[in-house]
């Protein structure tokens, strides 16, 4: 199998940085095709923001592009590409950005990357985009055995995959046949090891193109302290959701044997895996649930930011509703009833409180991510970057404008941001 990666490995290499350092990333293209690298989260100057066509020109094949820029904030974050589904490759890397303040109370921190996979299976994250666009379909068959589609993948009348999920509704549009974490489908899982009753700190990472994941370690409970690199006050729950684009910092205090650590591909079939050794036992099967993915399931967007992150109370200046439209016949999602390339800017203004409403007229959930800021959640003020908007459902979300550039705003689906469902956030100092 093949796929396309950073430094020939995937995840690409751990970028590590304190709060306030300068980055320097020198990046060589050698891809045939051009590409770009956009740090998700990050609070940065926008000309180092990585989208082609609008804070940068593409990095040709064969070409080389240095990014430099400082990292305010501490937390989890990762790069991927901005250029069209060149995320659904096996192209991402995690960028931790430490805090040089935080006491850090744990013996051990894991990086976990999730991803759903479908190059290198004998399709291209062109080819699915060309299908589901050709097709106007739920239900592309990425990377899918033919013959095995009948029953297994719930085929309705029409042919459609009915891929839907109690939390999220329509759970995406493209069947996966692997899921993996750090790289590795669950029959060849890797195996993270320590000591009984170590608090571990574990960073995980939602870099698929399609797939929400909800993330359980078998006999553990998970304790959630960081939304996408911000502070929430620690929250103890069985199970955790994670969107495409959404990072979680959880801590565990690990048992004794060995322990499955599963991400259910979210009202899909199919899961990632990962073993926890801290003593003797046998190796779960492949697709072993844990119970802990039925029992409290945690959404980032429901936590509670802590104090010191939550954004003082102040009226909008500004006030921009975003309507998700879109339909699987012809494959276009729409901001506003509008795909990208015919849609106005967003127009801010530097200094002003803006608040952006995500309207979900649709059947499927977006998470919706903001480039070069960390929005508060309106109700308990979760800080997020990148945030599930189910069905039927409005959320609001608030950030002061203190970054000037043009940033996109738009639909972690892979999919669905490159057949339209994007727009610029602009202002100027
Ligand atoms: Cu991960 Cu436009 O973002
Ligand atoms: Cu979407």
Redesign the pocket.
Known sequence: MQTWGYSDSAPGPLIRARAGDVLRVEVTNGLDTETSVHWHGVALRVDMDGVPGLTQQPIAAGGRHTYEFTVPDPGTYFYHPHSGVQLDRALYGVLVVDDPHEPGRYDQEWVLVLDDWVDGTGRTPNQVLASLQSMGGHGDMAGMDHGSMGGMHGMSMGGMATMTSPLLGGAGDVTYLHYLINGRTPQAPLTLTGRPRQRVRIRLVNAAADTTFRVALGGHRLTVTHTDGFPVTPTTGDALVLGMGERADVTVELGDGVFPLVAVAEGKTGQALTLVRTGAGGVPDAAVRPGELDRRVLLTGGLKATDDVTLDRRKPDRIHRLV?G?SMMPYR?TINGSTYDKLEPLLVGQGERVRLEFVNE?T?????HVHGHTFAVSGNGTRNDTLIVVPKQTVSVEFDANNPGQWMT????I???ESG?MANLAYWA
Request: aromatic share 18%; proline share 6%; hydrophobic share 40%.
């Open positions: 998700l879109g999602w649709t499927m959930f977006h998470p919706m738009h639909c972690h689906n999919y669905h941001a469902m």
